[in-house]
């Protein structure tokens, strides 16, 4: 039997941080054995932005790691490590693999999202830009109550509240990173899927096409 590529023991073990918003931070959440295969099955994105995945192509070892974290496992550790019930809520996942300098701007994430998920899936990170900080407000980066490395399978979660304020310093480059959404009906999916296509097909226009992988 093919061991699961994620580690929901330290999931569970994970200390939750409740100030000023519901938080938790999983380093190698993702099992280091299981890294290379993911990332050689990673969707091929090689321009900014969020893709949904049915816009992508991608691999089995990929496809693996999304069947575990949209899995009933990890959406029951989910309700009971944030004390959420999310029956009947669906998911939403988008993976990104460039980092555009105008991103990482501070923000809170919509409404219609619930619970907020984040993988990264880069190698070990020395760039002092594009490091996620968790803030206490809206305008000031330095304000800061934690920062995520984006490196080596570390997971973030938190609860999307509204102050759960966000943002990075500028990176520009190679930046992987799944996101996985519970959100609050199904029309929320279908929006997204619907306004990701557009965007994707103008970028193609461009000559600025998402390259599946192989």
């Known amino acids: 039997m093919t061991a699961p590529p994620i580690d929901l023991a330290a999931f569970e073990a994970a200390h939750l941080a409740r100030e000023p918003f519901a938080y938790a931070m999983v380093p190698r959440f993702v ?10 099955d990673y969707p091929l994105v090689i321009h900014p932005g969020s893709f949904p995945l049915p816009t992508l192509r991608y691999g089995p070892a990929f496809r693996a790691l999304i069947d575990a974290i949209e899995g009933p496992e990890f959406t029951a550790a989910v309700e009971r ?7 009947g809520r669906p998911t939403m996942v988008t993976a990104r693999g460039v980092s555009a300098a105008r991103d990482g701007q501070i923000h809170t994430d919509s409404r219609t999202k619930i619970i907020t998920v984040l993988i990264y899936m880069n190698n070990a990170w020395e760039a002092p830009g594009g490091r996620l900080r968790l803030l206490r407000g809206p305008d000031n980066l330095e304000d800061v109550v934690a920062e995520v490395p984006p490196e080596e399978g570390t997971l973030l979660i938190f609860k999307n509240e509204p102050n759960a304020w966000h943002g990075f310093h500028p990176f520009e480059g190679p930046r992987r990173v799944i996101q996985l959404n519970w959100v609050t009906d199904m029309g929320v999916v279908r929006r997204e899927q619907f306004r990701h296509k557009v965007s994707a097909f103008f970028k193609r226009l461009r000559g600025k096409e998402v390259r599946p992988a192989m």
């Open 31 to 40: 099992r280091p054995e299981a890294m290379a295969a993911i990332n050689a």
């Open 81 to 87: 490590k944030l004390g959420v019930d999310l029956k």
